[in-house]
Nanobody, 123 residues
Framework: QVQLHESGGGLVQAGGSLRLSCTDS????????MGWFRQAPGKDREFVAS?????????YADIAKGRFTISRDNANKNTVNLKMNKLKPEDTAVYYC???????????????WGQGTKVTVSS
């Protein structure tokens, strides 16, 4: 089982930016798609963004388009970064890193989850 470790969460004012990072502790997941989900209090977990195994094809949920950028570095323990700009209070959530069972950009079979990192956006 791959262990995914997130970092970069915190408190930021509306309009600000944060960068989340996720590393694959074993460095063995380079063949699989990875991405980010989030879960706000009292809500279901929702998809945010994902990238194919090679980092070439990013895919974004509508909530992320134009504000968030996902990137991947397989040479560095398959690190996946999520740069979040123009943050809004409604972006407040716990953000989870995910690794899929397949290589394509759409996450259809998540095999591993990180513990989550909390993002709080104040108004």
């Amino acid at each position: 089982q791959v262990q995914l470790h997130e970092s970069g969460g915190g408190l930021v004012q509306a309009g600000g930016s944060l960068r989340l990072s996720c590393t694959d502790s074993e460095g063995t997941g380079s063949a699989y798609a990875m991405g980010w989900f989030r879960q706000a209090p009292g809500k279901d977990r929702e998809f945010v963004a994902s990238t194919s195994w090679d980092g070439v094809n990013p895919y974004y949920a509508d909530i992320a388009k134009g504000r968030f950028t996902i990137s991947r570095d397989n040479a560095n323990k398959n690190t996946v970064n999520l740069k979040m700009n123009k943050l809004k209070p409604e972006d407040t959530a716990v953000y989870y890193c995910a690794m899929d069972r397949q290589s394509g950009v759409v996450l259809t079979q998540v095999r591993d989850w990180g513990q989550g990192t909390k993002v709080t956006v104040s108004s």
